[in-house]
Every structure is written in C-alpha cells, then in structure tokens.
C-alpha cells in the first residue's frame, strides 16, 4: 500500500481532454465541477478498460480517478506480486495521472517488489540495463518485465516508469 508519483503529462492518451488533462468542452467551470463526478468515473473505466486490455486482472479490482488531484486509487487483490506492479504502472502511465494509491494486495507469493524507473531523455532498455544491473545485455529482462505494456524494447519515452525486477 504506497502512494506513487507518476509525470501527468506522459503516457497513454486515454482522457479526453486538453494537455493540462482539462475537459476540452467549452463549459463553464461550474458546469465543469457539477459534471466532475461523471468525468471521474469515466476516466476510471477507461484506465480499467486500458488494464484489462493489457490482460491483467485482479479479484475485486476497482479503479477510482480523481481529477482534481490527478489521482487513480486502485484496489483489489493480484494473483502476484509482478501482476500488482504492472497494473499499478498501468494506471499510473497514462496522461494526466500523477499518482496512483496502491491499495491491492497480492494473494499468494511473497516474491520482492521490483523496483520503479523513470524513463528518462536519451534512455534505452539496455542503458538502464547497464546502469541498474551494470550489464547493458540483460535489457531483455526489464522488457519481459514490462510486458504486455512495452510491446517492443525500443518503445519507451520519457517520463515514462518500467519495473526493474532483482538481478538474481
């Protein structure tokens, strides 16, 4: 259960909206404010119709966005540890999330949490390979992590986050 930041201005374009991830009609902001509960939940079944695409599922899982604070909480409970990281990375990869509160838990392995990277200008798989495992060949290993959302290991942009599982 963790709090995760996330660049609101990278990722999947899912949400309608402008850049600053502002509904693009030309309404009035109460009008706006008054239809915010139904732009949230919108916006929270597009990210969990984004996850399914992605196969991954969760007993129970529920996904909530709040745009005001550009927020997806998500719960539920993951069949492991890999599976809850990524649909954690899925919610939080899309424009205009800024973090995510990760409430799922994980039913059954006690496997490490792989740890967060954020992609960054100039980065490819096998620089981060380099810099995280000190062999630029082991690449491989964070595009598998990563799938089904890296679909090829030259596909990555900035601000972007990638699981980087343990060594071993």
Known sequence: MSLISFIAEAGEKLLG???AGQPTAAAPAAQTQTNA???NAAAAAAIAKYVA???LTAQNLDIKYDGASKTVTVSGVA???ATKEKIVLCCG???SVAKVDDQLSVASGAAPAATFYEVKSGDSLSKISKAVYGDANLYMKIFEANKPMLSDPNKIYPGQQLRIPAKT
């Open 79 to 81: 069949p492991d540890q």
């Open 37 to 39: 509960p139904a732009l």
């Open 93 to 95: 990869n899309v424009s």
């Open 17 to 19: 909206g402008n850049a």
């Open 53 to 55: 695409s992605q196969n």
